[in-house]
């Protein structure tokens, strides 16, 4: 990212990375670095206010460590509000590991992967994410207790957090059309791993006509098979003559670009960060008439699933909880249309409302 020769040289003041902690209000990072086995990785601690912070690891080939930091940076911040919004005791945090899932992992890799985590003495709870399997997580917990989505407890989130899209993209389709009925609705799913999947499973048998896209051609063509899905081409997807947008690979594909070739009418997937510019493009959705589900807000299933893991809750609670989504979602629209502000920013507010409240009752007498 940048190097440092001599001390003197460095004004502290004005090191980029610190620049950027400042920006989004970060807590801590840590750089972790091992020659060993590979391991490159970034752990952000975004907020603590709330609990300890808790949020996914993802293993991406990121092209530089420049990227790599603004994305943990982005979607630490992310999880806090996440956290926030869903009513959970949780602060948000992230962690990205540079490099290839399909051909980089290690069990050495994970467990001094978990050491790092281990060094943070609690203050942030990991779990899986992009790249990670509940595996993955089981050799990181050799290292560490703080770790979530272990086999045999709660496990993979990925049922839970498709849940989770699925009623809030009900609740949007209530407002926008008149019924949260999704039957015939035409909905473009971008990106169908194990989150991507089960929620075309869950469009497919409500009688939903499914658009699908992926890097892995293996996975499209199972999604085709398996679900009747029509596979369409990476850069088509926005093009595609659809209701609902489903984003839910990586972020920031609701950009200028995108904003001109999409033809839906509601914006609800699982993906972090959707909006390449909060401010920008969640007001551009805004003027287009089209409903913006907050990706935070909407895809917290996952964190309700750790969640109740470490409070030792139920399965059933989790998915009663990710439910709860559908009023989330409802509550958002209805207050961004009442007062006339996009949806990003009320959700943003509505979880930095709870913060705030919060932080006061922690006060020490």
Request: aromatic share 6%; hydrophobic share 40%; charged share 20%.
């Amino acid at each position: 990212m940048f190097e440092v020769k001599n001390i003197e040289d460095t004004n502290l003041m004005e090191n980029p990375v610190i620049a950027q902690m400042t920006k989004y209000n970060h807590e801590q990072l840590l750089f972790c670095n091992d020659n060993a086995t590979g391991l490159k990785a970034i752990i952000a601690v975004h907020n603590t206010v709330l609990g300890p912070a808790l949020g996914g690891t993802r293993m991406w080939p990121y092209a530089n460590e420049v990227e790599a930091l603004t994305d943990v940076l982005r979607l630490s911040r992310g999880m806090t509000y996440k956290n926030s919004i869903s009513g959970l005791n949780l602060g948000g945090g992230k962690a990205v590991i540079i490099g290839d899932a399909r051909s980089m992992k290690s069990e050495a890799l994970f467990r001094r992967f978990g050491k790092f985590v281990e060094s943070l003495g609690g203050k942030y709870i990991t779990a899986e994410d992009v790249g990670i399997s509940p595996i993955d997580m089981t050799w990181v917990s050799m290292e560490t207790n703080h770790v979530v989505g272990l086999p045999g407890k709660s496990g993979d989130p990925s049922p839970v957090t498709a849940h989770g899209v699925y009623m809030g993209m009900k609740a949007a389709a209530k407002i926008q059309f008149g019924s949260d009925s999704l039957t015939g609705k035409k909905v473009a799913v971008q990106g169908v791993g194990h989150v991507g999947e089960y929620l075309v499973k869950s469009l497919t048998k409500e009688g939903a006509k499914v658009f699908v896209t992926d890097i892995h051609e293996p996975t499209l063509k199972h999604i085709a098979n398996t679900y009747q899905a029509e596979v369409v081409g990476l850069n088509e997807i926005y093009d595609v003559d659809m209701d609902i947008y489903a984003p839910c690979a990586l972020g920031a594909t609701v950009n200028d670009d995108t904003l001109n070739r999409l033809k839906c009418s509601i914006i609800a997937g699982a993906a972090n960060n959707q909006l390449q510019n909060e401010i920008v493009h969640g007001k551009l959705v805004m003027e287009k008439g089209m409903i913006y589900a907050p990706d935070f807000a909407l895809n917290a299933g996952g964190v309700i699933n750790c969640y109740s893991e470490v409070k030792g809750l139920s399965a059933e609670w989790a998915m009663q909880k990710a439910e709860e989504i559908y009023g989330t979602i409802e509550n958002i629209v209805k207050r961004s249309q009442a007062e006339h502000i996009p949806t990003y920013a009320i959700a943003n507010k509505m979880a930095e409302e709870r913060i705030e409240s919060i932080g006061k009752v922690k006060l020490p007498l």
